[in-house]
């Protein structure tokens, strides 16, 4: 990774001591009461999700904290703090609090941030003595939704042995002491300026965005105070939507799921392109000066194809996942590249790039993760790194996107099962297996089919995508029938 940051720990200031351990006999401690979970896994594709008020709230916070703080602390090397942010959501506030007040239970400092995307904390944790961070959001999700998503202390996600560990403790059947010797909270908040600087090092010097008009729209979430800065600083005359921290309104037709409003301003205002962050800003959607979505297959390609060029790219290889388009996988091919497939979710490509050195990955969705900066999704730096190569062209976004490939159509749609254990069932229904048969043996290698249950909502996702659109149209509509008289 990339990185000129000084050692956090040399420049936090009056960082408290962390505790020295556990107390030695359970006469010197509490437990946390457990409470009722659902027989169904608690971590999903990104960390604990949910609706606030169900099962996420301050009571399982609170746990998910002191069992986090216990098995990060069980695998480090050295005692050191967690670094937690938030989103702007209502709910995060209490999220946050509940989470440091278990952290520090199990004896350890907490550097609170505050508002700041996602792929701030991985980095702050990365470059620090941390061991390990927190971030409350619930990404693209609505208000009423909240999460919390863990990171190891090298910035990724918290491989899933360790999760498991932590659901071990929730659901009692590990155990753990606390003793007298707590942790610390303390508010970090400077640090966040840090991140902001490491993302704009790699580019200075080289080039600036001087002359560019660029709109984004922040989606009322983490992004609103940094993401402006950045751009600004970087020479941009910047354009902002939806750019204040509200809780009522975090991703409400707004933001990377919703790009009306970003097409509409980019026309507008004649702007060069625009960017559209999810609510924790791990993601991101470009928008070209004619108002077209431009989005992450076509992100990695043209990223991966200036990598490329600068032999930054081991074995021309680009990780995505399944919902990538063919029409991409057959174009980079073309370019003399290979494309390997994981699940959807970043923290799976994050993981088959570790095991194969893969230095670019993502998905269709915008997470983009390039390893000579970073080892999470990060929207601001992809969308800095989209915005040079723009600029170092000296063509438009729109040019290098008709120059690059053409998609096949590629038909989504979501089907609403609330009950989680139908939701998961999706591949013991017959009816549907069986549908999926005839639409693959009808389609050939000219289409590709997938259905699959999210990890993230109560949906159960179905992708059909074809060469001929009409083909594409007709299998989409008989598969999400079958969910739905079957399974919804």
């Known amino acids: ?25 359970i006469e010197d401690s509490f437990m946390l009461n457990l409470m009722p979970l659902p027989a169904t896994p608690l971590f999903g594709t990104d960390g604990i999700r949910g609706r606030v008020g169900e099962l996420l709230g301050a009571p399982l916070a609170l746990q998910v904290g002191f069992w986090a703080g216990i098995v990060l602390r069980s695998h480090a090397t050295q005692v050191g703090p967690v670094v937690l942010g938030q989103d702007s959501r209502n709910s995060s506030d209490m999220l946050a609090m509940a989470l440091s007040a278990g952290l520090t239970a199990a004896g ?42 863990i990171f190891g202390a090298n910035g990724t996600k918290l491989p ?10 929730l659901r009692g059947n590990i155990s753990a002491a606390i003793s007298g010797k707590c942790g610390r909270h303390h508010s970090r908040f400077g640090l966040i300026g840090r991140y902001g600087e490491a993302l ?20 009322w979430g983490a992004a609103v105070g940094l993401a402006p800065t950045v751009f600004t600083q970087m020479g941009a005359e910047v354009i902002c939507l939806h750019n204040e921290a509200d809780g009522d309104r975090i991703n409400v037709n707004c933001g990377s799921t919703h790009l009306e409003i970003l097409q509409a301003a980019v026309k507008e205002h004649n702007a060069d392109l625009g960017f559209a962050f999810d609510g924790d800003a791990d993601r991101v ?21 200036d990598l490329q060029q600068q032999q930054l790219l081991p074995d021309q ?4 996942t399944v919902m990538a388009n063919l029409g991409f996988e057959r174009a980079w091919q073309r370019q003399g590249g290979k494309l390997i497939r994981t699940a959807v979710g970043d923290q799976y490509v994050q993981a088959e790039m570790l095991r194969t050195g893969g230095m ?5 969705s915008g997470h983009i993760l390039c390893c000579h900066y970073g080892m999470t999704g990060d929207g601001l730096l992809t969308a800095l790194h989209l915005a040079a190569l723009v600029k170092q062209a000296g063509v ?39 549908a999926i048969e005839l639409a693959e043996a009808a389609m050939g290698d000219s289409g590709r089919i997938l259905v699959r249950a999210s990890g993230t909502e109560p949906v159960i996702r179905v992708m059909v995508e074809a060469a001929d659109a009409e083909l594409a149209n007709h299998w989409t509509n008989e598969l999400v029938s079958q969910v739905e008289q079957h399974l919804a």
């Open 200 to 219: 704009q090092k790699p580019l200075q010097n080289k080039i600036t965005l001087q002359g560019m008009k660029i709109v984004l729209d922040l989606a």
């Open 108 to 149: 350890l400092e907490v550097w609170y941030l505050g508002l700041c995307p996602t792929p701030c904390v991985a980095y702050l944790t990365s470059v620090s003595d941390a061991i390990g961070g927190v971030m409350i959001s619930a990404s693209h999700n609505p208000p009423e939704d909240n999460g919390i998503k």
């Open 360 to 364: 670019l990955g993502g998905e269709q």
């Open 285 to 305: 959607l470009a928008v070209d000066h004619t108002g077209r979505q431009v989005n992450g297959d076509y992100i990695l390609y043209l990223w991966g194809r």
């Open 160 to 169: 899933q042995p360790l999760q498991a560990e932590i659901e071990a403790g």
């Open 1 to 25: 990774m990339v990185s000129s940051i000084t050692k956090i720990s040399e420049i936090s200031g009056d960082s408290a001591a962390a505790s020295d351990g556990l107390g030695k006999s």
């Open 317 to 320: 290889l680009i990780v995505s």
């Open 396 to 434: 438009s976004l729109a040019e290098l996107v008709d120059q690059s490939f053409q998609t096949y159509p590629q038909l989504l749609q979501n089907v609403r099962v609330l009950d989680r254990d139908r939701r998961l069932a999706w591949k013991d229904c017959q009816p549907l297996q069986q």
